[in-house]
């Protein structure tokens, strides 16, 4: 388990401070740090880290982490169902503004896309749906929907908003 937890501390680091593009260029990265392991390892360990994919500032796909700076080894049910900020001790939250049916949240540099996957995640009533940058996530708003419901739904995974 030793090395297992060194391997996973590893890929935490390498995808936290590199752009990494593919699961290709991530083992031939892990193999310069002395980890050997197979595509088929790296592919369970990176779901076991809850990785994504997503398009870096140059269009690039890379792979992120959607818990940043969680230093971690397992998570728990419990840990789920907490709110984003209290997983992440920090949601990268900024700021929130509206304009008709659509907001606008700024966050933290790499922050967007793990907000906007919670957000879709909990289907809000209140949210159609979420598009996301880097430090940028756009809402569409339902119709029905005020101001106040939208932040009171989105309290419930960013405290501070």
């Known amino acids: 388990m030793k090395v297992k937890n060194s391997r996973l501390d590893a890929i935490r680091l390498i995808l936290s ?3 990494i593009g593919s ?3 991530l083992l031939s990265v892990l193999a310069q740090e002395g980890f050997k392991l197979t595509q088929a390892t790296l592919s369970r360990d990176l779901h076991q880290l ?3 994919k997503t398009v ?3 269009g690039r796909y890379r792979y992120v982490l959607t ?3 969680h230093h971690r080894h ?3 049910k419990q840990d789920d169902v907490r709110p984003v900020a209290a997983q992440q001790d920090n949601s990268g939250f900024m700021s929130i503004k509206f304009s008709g049916n659509m907001a606008v949240i700024r966050t933290k540099p790499s922050y967007a896309g793990t907000l906007a996957y919670h957000i879709d995640n909990h289907d809000f009533p209140e949210i159609l749906g979420t598009i996301a940058g880097d430090d940028t996530v756009m809402l569409v708003v339902a119709e ?3 101001r106040n419901a939208v932040l009171r739904a989105l309290r419930s995974i960013i405290p501070n908003i």
């Open 56 to 58: 870096g500032l140059q």
């Open 144 to 146: 029905d929907a005020t």
């Open 67 to 69: 818990r940043p700076h």
């Open 23 to 25: 699961q290709e260029e």
């Open 50 to 52: 809850r990785v994504v």
């Open 17 to 19: 401070t590199q752009e």
């Open 74 to 76: 397992e998570s728990t």
